[in-house]
């Protein structure tokens, strides 16, 4: 059988440093649901270079197999994980569209983001308005907040430090950043690990190959 890439379930630069076993400073944190109740975990992160690693949890379906992701920003490219299978595959940036809100304010001011909001969402509205510093988690936040579909009011708030957006929240859904740790990580995190076999991806599905 085709092994299965849990692409619809999933709720949603490559700069190697020689001679080095890690990576720059970075971060790692988990994604919360503040909208299921408990505000379960939705993923572990891990972030350094322009690199991304995600990993998801509380899969639907429930015996949907585990996957990471692996993002480069630098490049715009992104990979699937299957580690029980051992295999991998190049995937659509639109697969990790849901994660990479949170870096959607990395290269801009973060005293003056309304037009990164605005651009990550395609929206011109004119209506995003900044709310001024905040406290989350005793990191010292920028809120800002406009008008979403519907005319909804939605809130945003971007982390001092990391230029991360660190929460956000739209009405019927709802996500932050928590257990925030910075520091180095380690460069294995965003590699495709040795061995593996490289597959072809469709939506759902993965199709052997041999690795290139």
């Keep these: 059988m085709l092994p299965k890439f849990p692409f619809a ?14 990576a720059q400073m970075g971060f790692s944190a988990e994604t919360v649901d503040l909208k299921r109740p408990g505000t379960p975990v939705s993923a572990k992160i891990y972030f350094a270079q ?3 690693r995600i990993e998801p949890q509380n899969m639907v379906p429930r015996d949907a197999p585990p996957i990471v992701y692996i993002v480069y920003l630098k490049t715009q490219t992104a990979f699937a994980i299957l580690p029980r299978q051992r295999v ?60 979403c579909s519907n005319n909804k009011p939605c809130q945003v708030w971007i982390d001092r430090s990391l230029h991360l957006l660190v929460k956000w929240d739209y009405g019927s859904y709802a996500q932050e950043l928590q257990n925030i740790q910075e520091g180095d990580q380690p460069i294995a995190l ?7 076999t490289r597959t072809q991806a469709t939506t759902g599905t993965v199709q052997s190959s041999k690795p290139h």
Excluded: Q
């Design 88 to 147: 991998y595959a190049e995937i659509p940036m639109g697969h990790v569209h849901d994660w990479l809100i949170y870096t959607a304010f990395l290269a801009g001011d973060v005293e003056n983001a309304c037009s990164s909001w605005e651009e990550f969402t395609h929206s011109r509205g004119g209506n995003c308005r900044k709310v001024g510093a905040d406290v989350l988690h005793g990191r010292p936040t920028v809120k800002y907040d406009r008008r």
């Design 9 to 22: 379930g999933c709720f949603v630069t490559c700069l190697f440093l020689a001679a080095t076993a890690r």
């Design 190 to 196: 965003f590699e495709i690990p040795a061995g593996f």
């Design 50 to 52: 322009e690199r991304m």
